[in-house]
């Protein structure tokens, strides 16, 4: 049976996970799980979605996300720029969509958002880590138009580093790998994680 998480901060995620697990409340299994098994599905709930997010979008934006004094980051390309406040992000979910709202910033438009939304796994309609969304987020057209891919990417990339952190809290597998998303399931009151065991295959390094 799965058990809905609440939590006061990222830091929790480790401390709460790892508390349940000892205590029994979350089923680890008696061995670590082989290639392909998917364990216990973890709830997170809408407040918990929130207070992840801003987390998992500044690891998602990498070491230059850390480097600044303020909370911004600065895109350039070609010379257009485009300040990107991962501080602030926020993501909502509803049945089978994910909402993520980004602050954003140019010259043009002073602080705006734009709101990218992935369509996924719902309850009873599970689609793994399958997503799908339009191609031009919701937003100022001057900074949609110029950026909409890295937006979108950025976004998604938000969405699953949430879930990975969440996943690799739960354990390791039987090759001490830790475990990743199976499934990413978005509902009215938050999101699940499957955690899985990742195939052979996955392992492999070129």
Same mark, same amino acid.
């Given at each position: ?110 602080? !705006? ?5 992935? &369509?996924?796994? /719902?309850?009873?309609?599970? %689609?793994? @880590?399958?997503? +799908? *969304? #339009? ?7 001057? !900074? ?5 891919? &890295?937006?979108? /990417?950025?976004?998604?990339? %938000?969405? @699953?580093?949430? +879930? *990975? #952190? ?24 938050? @999101? ?15």
């Amino acid at each position: 049976m799965a058990r809905t998480l609440a939590f006061d901060g990222p830091s929790e995620v480790v401390r709460e996970l790892t508390r349940l697990l000892r205590a029994g409340e979350l089923v680890r299994p008696t061995k670590p799980p082989l290639a392909g098994d998917r364990l216990e599905t973890v709830r997170l709930s809408r407040d918990a979605v929130a207070v992840l997010s801003t987390a998992a979008a500044r690891r998602a934006l990498g070491a230059a996300a850390k480097a600044r004094t303020n909370t911004e980051v600065v895109w350039s390309d070609g010379g257009d720029e485009l300040a990107v406040d991962p501080a602030k992000i926020m993501v909502a979910t509803t049945a089978g969509a994910i909402a993520v709202t980004v602050p954003v910033r140019c010259d043009e438009t002073g602080p !705006v958002t734009v709101e990218v939304t992935f &369509a996924v796994g /719902a309850p009873g309609s599970p %689609a793994g @880590l399958f997503a +799908a *969304t #339009s191609d031009r987020p919701r937003g100022p057209a001057v !900074v949609v138009d110029r950026w909409a891919d &890295a937006l979108i /990417a950025f976004a998604w990339s %938000a969405v @699953l580093e949430l +879930a *990975t #952190s969440v996943a690799g809290t739960i354990g390791r597998d039987a090759h001490g790998d830790r475990l990743i998303p199976g499934a990413l399931v978005a509902t009215d009151d938050g @999101l699940e994680v499957v955690p899985v065991a990742r195939h052979r295959l996955g392992r492999l390094q070129s």
